[in-house]
């Protein structure tokens, strides 16, 4: 009994470290990413100096921040402008437990399933922690007592309210068509053919819903550089600035994983193995993220809003209508 | 005590003594921080208890989307933050109140004699509480979904004042 707990705590705890260690490596290496196709795409090379390729730049960036000075200026509520870098990164790092990797495997005779916790809300799971993230970036913009800041922070908060409602409600046709809140239970459903391709309109609305979650370009206004300086983080330096960077970085992978298992089938995939499937559908979606950022402007913040409610909830409401419609009918 | 009993206390004690820190803060957005920290609580206690899904809603709604609006809201006053507690004199009324208010509630619940029977232990899966929800209660969902429904259009009414309805009249829009 004691060993049986001792070895499940142990994996669990390889678990854990194989997860932080690819959402942090990811992350890491998506700055990189971001920045070389940013280059190409204005016709430049990108970093290329540290490492051959530029492979050791994201290296030097992070020594460069844990070596700057961590300035905390007066005026702040020092608990809350400590705490709410954090508060960002580590909501994006959570959700990562409960992505899965793969099929349950088997292991000396023991079942080890690729993901670190299996939950029948795990769906929601993953909303709440998205939605917990919005703190981070709202208390860090109302402590700094900078009104660059404090309006990041309230557009920023408005935003994300906004945009989550239709996030979800994205969601609403996958888990009709999936019968389960359960992520392994959703890959499991797309067997044959992925949501991307039964359920297209629910595909459009996340993308462009979880872009606005994740506060890139075209929907940046919380940071929007020619107006607010740099918005929510202006009076953020050092590593804690850069806490805010990784949580946005995370969350692009995270984004990218959870497409692949809401829409894009998970594992599943032919002639190659699981995880390279996996793999190639997370890393597209942060390539196409990049893509969109190098293409568009900036929406203004009316349009933003009128996006969120006048066209993206009426719509995923209409599309649940229609699934629901579908569904009883076949 | 099982491992699960003892979370269920350990969640309980950390909701109550960020209940008692939310109603006593000088600084409003330390109120809200607190009452985030109660929903998470709740949200923990219910999953121990065995119903993951009203506990994920439970921090999805209230600390997710409930009390985001309450900083929202602080933010946009820009109220000038105190520190520290409020004088034990402006929550002395209130709080005897709620005191008594939960004695009477235990006194009920003790006088009930089935609240005694001990329930077996049961997990409530999301089919289940949907069923429940939505077979079972329908009418009662449908009557606050409606109740809520008035209530916005009333707050749009309130909200829009004379020179909106003078626009919205004359066939323009409200900005």
Same mark, same amino acid.
């Given at each position: 009994?004691?060993?049986?707990?001792?070895?499940?705590?142990?994996? +669990?705890?390889?678990?854990?470290?194989?997860?932080?260690?690819?959402?942090?490596?990811?992350?890491?290496?998506?700055?990189?990413?971001?920045?070389?196709?940013?280059?190409?795409?204005?016709?430049?090379?990108? =970093?290329?100096?540290?490492?051959?390729?530029?492979?050791?730049?994201?290296?030097?960036?992070?020594?460069? +921040?844990?070596?700057?000075?961590?300035?905390? =200026?007066?005026?702040?509520?020092?608990?809350?402008?400590?705490?709410? =870098?954090?508060?960002?990164?580590? +909501?994006?790092?959570?959700?990562?437990?409960?992505?899965?990797?793969?099929? $349950?495997?088997?292991?000396?005779?023991?079942?080890?399933?690729?993901?670190?916790?299996?939950?029948?809300?795990?769906?929601?799971?993953?909303?709440?922690?998205?939605?917990?993230?919005?703190?981070?970036?709202?208390?860090?913009?109302?402590?700094?007592?900078?009104?660059?800041?404090?309006?990041?922070?309230?557009?920023?908060?408005?935003?994300?309210?906004?945009?989550?409602?239709?996030?979800?409600?994205?969601?609403?046709?996958?888990?009709?068509?999936?019968?389960?809140?359960?992520?392994?239970?959703?890959?499991?459903?797309?067997?044959?053919?992925?949501?991307?391709?039964?359920? !297209?309109?629910?595909?459009?609305?996340?993308?462009?819903?979880?872009?606005?979650?994740?506060?890139?370009?075209?929907?940046?206004?919380?940071?929007?550089?020619?107006?607010?300086?740099?918005?929510?983080?202006?009076?953020?330096?050092?590593?804690?600035?850069?806490?805010?960077?990784?949580?946005?970085?995370?969350?692009?992978?995270?984004?990218?994983?959870?497409?692949?298992?809401?829409?894009?089938?998970?594992?599943?995939?032919?002639?190659?193995? =699981?995880?390279?499937?996996?793999?190639?559908?997370?890393?597209?979606?942060?390539?196409?993220?990049?893509?969109?950022?190098?293409?568009?402007?900036?929406?203004?913040?009316?349009?933003?809003?009128?996006?969120?409610?006048?066209?993206?909830? !009426?719509?995923?409401?209409?599309?649940?209508?229609? $699934?629901?419609?579908?569904?009883?009918?076949? | 005590?099982?491992?699960?009993?003892? #979370?269920? *206390?350990?969640?309980?004690?950390?909701?109550?003594?960020?209940?008692?820190?939310?109603? @006593?803060?000088?600084?409003?957005?330390?109120?809200?921080?607190?009452?985030?920290?109660?929903?998470?609580?709740?949200?923990?206690?219910?999953?121990?208890?065995?119903?993951?899904?009203?506990?994920?809603?439970?921090?999805?709604? *209230?600390?997710?989307? /409930?009390?985001?609006?309450?900083?929202?809201? /602080?933010?946009?006053?820009?109220?000038?933050?105190?520190?520290?507690?409020?004088?034990?004199?402006?929550?002395?009324?209130?709080?005897?109140?709620?005191?008594? @208010?939960?004695?009477?509630?235990?006194? #009920? /619940?003790?006088?009930?004699?089935?609240?005694? @029977?001990?329930?077996?232990?049961?997990?409530?899966?999301?089919?289940?509480?949907?069923?429940?929800?939505?077979?079972? *209660?329908?009418?009662?969902?449908?009557?606050?979904? /409606?109740?809520?429904?008035?209530?916005?259009?009333?707050?749009?009414?309130?909200?829009?004042?004379?020179?909106?309805?003078?626009?919205?009249?004359?066939?323009?829009?409200?900005?």
């Amino acid at each position: 009994m004691t060993v049986e707990l001792l070895i499940g705590a142990g994996v +669990m705890l390889v678990k854990m470290a194989v997860a932080l260690a690819v959402a942090l490596g990811l992350a890491a290496y998506m700055i990189l990413l971001e920045r070389k196709l940013l280059g190409r795409f204005q016709v430049r090379y990108g =970093p290329n100096r540290v490492g051959y390729f530029g492979l050791l730049q994201p290296l030097a960036d992070g020594l460069k +921040m844990l070596l700057k000075e961590d300035i905390i =200026p007066d005026g702040v509520d020092r608990r809350i402008f400590l705490v709410a =870098p954090a508060v960002v990164a580590g +909501m994006a790092l959570l959700a990562f437990m409960l992505v899965p990797f793969g099929e $349950t495997l088997t292991i000396l005779g023991h079942a080890v399933p690729q993901v670190i916790v299996r939950t029948n809300v795990g769906l929601l799971l993953v909303l709440a922690l998205s939605s917990l993230a919005v703190y981070g970036l709202a208390l860090g913009a109302w402590t700094s007592d900078n009104k660059y800041s404090l309006l990041g922070g309230i557009r920023g908060a408005a935003q994300m309210i906004s945009y989550e409602l239709a996030l979800g409600l994205s969601l609403v046709p996958v888990v009709m068509r999936a019968r389960s809140l359960d992520l392994s239970d959703i890959v499991a459903a797309q067997s044959g053919l992925p949501f991307a391709v039964t359920e !297209p309109f629910a595909f459009i609305l996340f993308i462009i819903a979880a872009l606005a979650e994740t506060k890139r370009i075209p929907f940046d206004l919380p940071e929007a550089e020619n107006e607010l300086q740099a918005g929510f983080h202006t009076e953020y330096s050092g590593m804690r600035f850069a806490l805010f960077f990784v949580g946005e970085y995370v969350n692009m992978v995270l984004l990218g994983a959870l497409i692949a298992v809401f829409f894009l089938g998970g594992w599943h995939g032919p002639v190659l193995p =699981p995880i390279v499937w996996l793999g190639i559908k997370v890393l597209a979606v942060p390539v196409f993220l990049i893509w969109t950022r190098a293409s568009l402007p900036r929406l203004r913040y009316d349009q933003l809003m009128a996006l969120g409610w006048k066209v993206l909830v !009426p719509l995923a409401l209409v599309n649940v209508l229609v $699934t629901g419609a579908i569904l009883v009918a076949a | 005590m099982t491992p699960l009993g003892a #979370l269920f *206390y350990l969640f309980a004690a950390l909701g109550l003594g960020a209940a008692v820190l939310t109603a @006593t803060r000088r600084n409003p957005v330390h109120a809200v921080c607190c009452a985030v920290a109660v929903f998470l609580s709740v949200g923990a206690m219910l999953a121990v208890l065995g119903a993951p899904l009203p506990g994920v809603l439970t921090v999805v709604v *209230y600390a997710g989307a /409930i009390m985001v609006l309450f900083l929202f809201v /602080i933010m946009l006053l820009g109220l000038p933050a105190g520190d520290g507690a409020l004088p034990p004199g402006r929550f002395l009324v209130p709080a005897t109140l709620a005191a008594a @208010t939960l004695v009477a509630l235990f006194a #009920l /619940i003790g006088a009930d004699p089935t609240a005694k @029977t001990v329930l077996p232990a049961a997990m409530a899966g999301p089919a289940a509480v949907g069923t429940i929800l939505f077979d079972k *209660y329908w009418l009662a969902v449908e009557a606050v979904s /409606i109740l809520l429904f008035a209530a916005l259009a009333a707050v749009m009414l309130l909200g829009r004042g004379k020179t909106g309805r003078k626009i919205a009249a004359a066939g323009g829009r409200a900005a």
